[in-house]
C-alpha cells in the first residue's frame, strides 16, 4: 500500500486523509485540526469515537466528545478567573451554576490552515497552523498573541502529533495548559464487546475535587478503584467513570517504561496504546456516564484550575511561556 495525503470532503468539512503502514486518519483541520477518524485497517480497530453519518455540524456543536480534539485552555478554570505571574484575566463563564466556571477554551472550534501535506515512503504527514491575534473573539478575555502549530505523521508506527504553541507577544507571559479530550471508541475493535475492554493508567496520588469540579489541593491515597487503573483491570465502559483525576506515572509495555495508558481487548488481545511525552503529568478518565460507546483518557499537562491554585508549579503542572519562547508536546497512537 503506498503511503499517501489528499484533501476530501467530509460530511461536510474538508479533511487532510493521511494512509500509511496500515492506517488510515482524517484530520478535520477546520475543526480544530480535530483527528476525527484513526483507524488501523489491518488490525480491524478503530481509534476514535467515531460515525460515518456524522455531519460536521455535529463534531463542531460537541467538538469535545468526538475524536482527538486539542483543548486550550483545557478543563475548568473556577469563575473564569486565571491568573498569571503578570496579569489576572477574566474569561466567559460558559459551565453553568451549580459549576460557574470557565471549560475548555476556544482553539478546539478553530479554523486552522493546512501549511502542508505530503508523503513519502516511510511515512504521511500534515502540517496545521492556527495564528491567535485579535482577530479571534476570545482576545478580548486573553489578549496574548500565540501561533500554534499541530504535525500529524502516519507510519507503521501508528499516528504521532507534534503540538508547539509560540507566544508571540511583546510583554506577557502566555499562560499554558494543555491537554487533549481524547474519546476512544467502545469498542475499539471490529466486532468486539465492549466488556471485553479493560485500561491500563499508570496512576499516583489521586487529586480530590469538589462539587464544583475543581481541586481541593488534598492529595489522596488509591482505593480499590482507583488500583483497577493501576492494574489493568478497570473496564472504562458501562459504569460511571466521573473525573477521576490522578499523577501520572509510568506503565509497563513489553518490558519498557511506558508513558501513556493501554486499551486492551481481552477476547482478542489487540491493544490500543496512548503514549504521551514528559509535559502530560496528569490523567483524567470520564465517559459521559458510561453508556454513551466511548470513553475519555485525557492527557493534561497541568491540573484543573492550575494557575490559581496555592500549590507550587512543580505539583500542579503550570507553566508560562515568555515572549518569543514555545512550548512543545507529543502524543502517539499505536497498536499491539
Known amino acids: 500500500m503506498n503511503n499517501s495525503t489528499q484533501l476530501i470532503n467530509w460530511n461536510g468539512t ?20 480535530n483527528v476525527i477518524r484513526l483507524r488501523n485497517n489491518i488490525a480491524g480497530m478503530e481509534f476514535f469515537r467515531y460515525s460515518d453519518s456524522n455531519t460536521a455540524d455535529t463534531i463542531r456543536q460537541s467538538a469535545e466528545v468526538w475524536g482527538l480534539p486539542t483543548l486550550y485552555l483545557p478543563n ?11 496579569a489576572v484575566y477574566h474569561l466567559p463563564v460558559n459551565e453553568k451554576a451549580p459549576y460557574n466556571n470557565h471549560i475548555h477554551g476556544f482553539i478546539h472550534k478553530r479554523v486552522f490552515e493546512v501549511v502542508e501535506h505530503n508523503s513519502d515512503e516511510k511515512s504521511a504527514w500534515v502540517k496545521t497552523r492556527y495564528v491567535y491575534d485579535e482577530k479571534d473573539e476570545f482576545f478580548q478575555y486573553l489578549p ?3 501561533v500554534a502549530e499541530y504535525t500529524f505523521t502516519l507510519s507503521e508506527n501508528g499516528l504521532t502529533q507534534d503540538i508547539k504553541f509560540t507566544n508571540k507577544s511583546a510583554d506577557n507571559v502566555l499562560p499554558m495548559s ?3 479530550h481524547t474519546s476512544i ?9 465492549e466488556s471485553d475492554i479493560r485500561l491500563t493508567v499508570p496512576i499516583g496520588k489521586k487529586c480530590e475535587l469538589n462539587e464544583r469540579c475543581l481541586p481541593t489541593e488534598q492529595l489522596l491515597s488509591l482505593t480499590p478503584w482507583d488500583l483497577e487503573y493501576k492494574t489493568g483491570n478497570k473496564c472504562p465502559v458501562l459504569q460511571v467513570v466521573d473525573n477521576d483525576m490522578y499523577f501520572g506515572e509510568y506503565a509497563d509495555l513489553d518490558h ?17 496504546c496512548y503514549e504521551v511525552s514528559e509535559e502530560y503529568k496528569f490523567w483524567i ?9 466511548y470513553f475519555c483518557p485525557e492527557p493534561m499537562t497541568a491540573m484543573i484550575d492550575a494557575p490559581n491554585l496555592s500549590l507550587p508549579a512543580e505539583v500542579s503542572g503550570y507553566s508560562e511561556v515568555k515572549p518569543g519562547e514555545s512550548f512543545t508536546s507529543r502524543e502517539r497512537f499505536f497498536t499491539k
Not at 487532510?16 to 485540526?33: D, K, M, P
Not at 478518565?285 to 460507546?293: A, K, M, S, T
Request: hydrophobic share 40%.
Open 14 to 33: 474538508t479533511c487532510v486523509r493521511l494512509q500509511a503502514g496500515g492506517y488510515e486518519a482524517l484530520v478535520a483541520y477546520e475543526i480544530g485540526s
Open 185 to 193: 471508541n467502545a469498542p475499539f475493535v471490529d466486532g468486539a464487546k
Open 178 to 180: 494543555l491537554a487533549s
Open 256 to 272: 519498557e517504561k511506558f508513558h501513556g495508558v493501554i486499551a486492551e481487548d481481552i477476547a482478542s488481545g489487540k491493544k490500543l
Open 285 to 293: 478518565i470520564w465517559n459521559d456516564r458510561g453508556f454513551n460507546h
Open 76 to 86: 475548568r478554570f473556577a469563575d473564569g478567573v486565571l491568573r498569571t505571574s503578570d
Open 144 to 146: 496574548v498573541p500565540f
